[in-house]
């Protein structure tokens, strides 16, 4: 079992920063795939940025394509989530997920672990 403990949310204006964290209670942490994903309300959850254990390598959704970086820590196991130029429209709770295998997923389904969840507003 791994556990997830999310933090880095909070209330930022339109066109500022902030950094998600994720630590994951186990250390075989480092050698699966992680990912990001959030919940609008009334929404369904949204994909939001995946990296791969190995190389690093990481796909984003459009919506933050060039205005969110993943990278992960994996000494620390931490996986962190850096938000710039923040719109309102990515006020939502942020959820990191952790797979149990297999390779690096863009598909909520596919992730075997779940934090809490951190709370992003971003105000206009």
């Known amino acids: 079992q791994v556990q997830l403990v999310e933090s880095g949310g909070g209330l930022v204006q339109a066109g500022g920063s902030l950094r998600l964290s994720c630590e994951a209670s186990r250390g075989t942490f480092s050698r699966v795939p992680m990912g990001w994903f959030r919940r609008a309300p009334g929404k369904d959850r949204e994909f939001v940025a995946a990296i791969n254990w190995n190389d690093g390598s990481a796909v984003y959704a459009d919506s933050v394509k060039g205005r969110f970086t993943i990278s992960r820590h994996n000494a620390e196991n931490t996986v962190y989530l850096d938000m710039n130029s923040l719109k309102p429209e990515d006020t939502a709770v942020y959820y990191c997920?952790?797979?149990?295998?297999?390779?690096?997923?863009?598909?909520?389904?596919?992730?075997?672990?779940w934090g809490q969840g951190t709370q992003v507003t971003v105000s206009s």
């Open positions: 997920g952790a797979r149990a295998g297999g390779g690096i997923s863009v598909r909520g389904y596919d992730y075997d672990f």
